[in-house]
């Protein structure tokens, strides 16, 4: 089945520490995107790709980096300069626009940050 | 600036009321496009529904229907006759101007249905 697979499920981070959050998918889809949940907030951007190699800043990308080598891949790396990390992270995906625009946002299933 | 807002935190409902989820939202753009999502338990995010600037036709779906009003600037979801498992988060969404595909969301409504 076409999807987008994130993990782990729960990461923990020691004090200093960088971590990388993955996320694949097999829905061939061009754009990829890493938002940020926080209880009782919405989703927040923090990075998105619309092509491979190529990726910008969201609203909060600060403490955070990406790589988008390949299609279906889009890590996030939590870094040390990211003092508040606790919180819940998506990965979407969509297909490119041809004709039809902005088409819905497929989900994974979240990774569940903490600092222990 | 563009905005959504979804101004009911948490409603709690027994099963088999019918209930109304507010969205209002706020922008600039002549074009654009209004989503609502639902979040159970689980925690990934479902597609319900996409909605242009364009087309103020409501839509039903079974127990879901939805009410988008330009002149209110409001996009409001109702689920009728409700059963425990439409419990979740549900968030409303609007695509940013001149969009990649980004979204700016509500903040969410949390639903709780009872038995």
Redesign the interface.
Same mark, same amino acid.
């Given at each position: 089945d076409g999807g987008i697979t994130q993990s782990p499920k729960y990461l923990f981070r020691k004090e200093g520490q960088n971590v990388t959050l993955s996320c694949e998918q097999n829905l061939n889809h061009d !754009?990829m995107?890493w938002y940020r949940q926080d209880p009782? &907030?919405? /989703?927040? /951007?923090i990075y998105?790709s619309?092509i491979v190699n190529d990726f910008?800043k969201?609203d909060i990308a600060e403490g955070y980096s990406v790589s988008r080598e390949k299609k279906e891949s889009f890590p996030l790396t939590v870094t040390s300069a990211q003092k508040n990390p606790t919180a819940?992270y /998506?990965c !979407?995906s969509?297909p490119r626009?041809r004709g039809e625009?902005?088409?819905? &946002?497929?989900?994974?299933?979240?990774t569940?940050l903490s600092i222990l | 600036a563009q905005k #959504?807002t979804q101004a009911q935190?948490e409603i709690s409902v027994v099963e088999k009321e019918d209930v109304t989820l507010d969205c209002v939202y706020e922008t600039r753009d002549t074009t654009y *496009?209004l989503?609502w *999502?639902k979040q159970p338990p @689980?925690?990934?995010? #479902?597609?319900l529904i996409?909605r242009?600037s364009f087309d103020e036709q409501n839509e039903i779906s079974g127990r879901y229907s939805w009410n988008f009003q330009k002149s209110t600037s409001s996009f409001n979801f109702t689920i009728t006759a409700s059963q425990v498992v439409d419990s979740a988060v549900y968030?409303c969404a609007l @695509?940013r101007g001149g @969009?990649?595909?980004?979204?700016i969301?509500?903040?969410?409504t949390k639903l709780s249905v009872k038995p």
């Open positions: !754009a995107y009782g &907030q919405g /989703l927040r /951007l998105y619309q910008q969201g819940f /998506l !979407a969509r626009d625009v902005d088409q819905p &946002q497929h989900f994974g299933d979240g569940r | #959504v935190t *496009y989503f *999502y @689980s925690g990934e995010l #479902v597609f996409r242009n968030f @695509s @969009s990649q595909g980004n979204l969301f509500g903040k969410g």
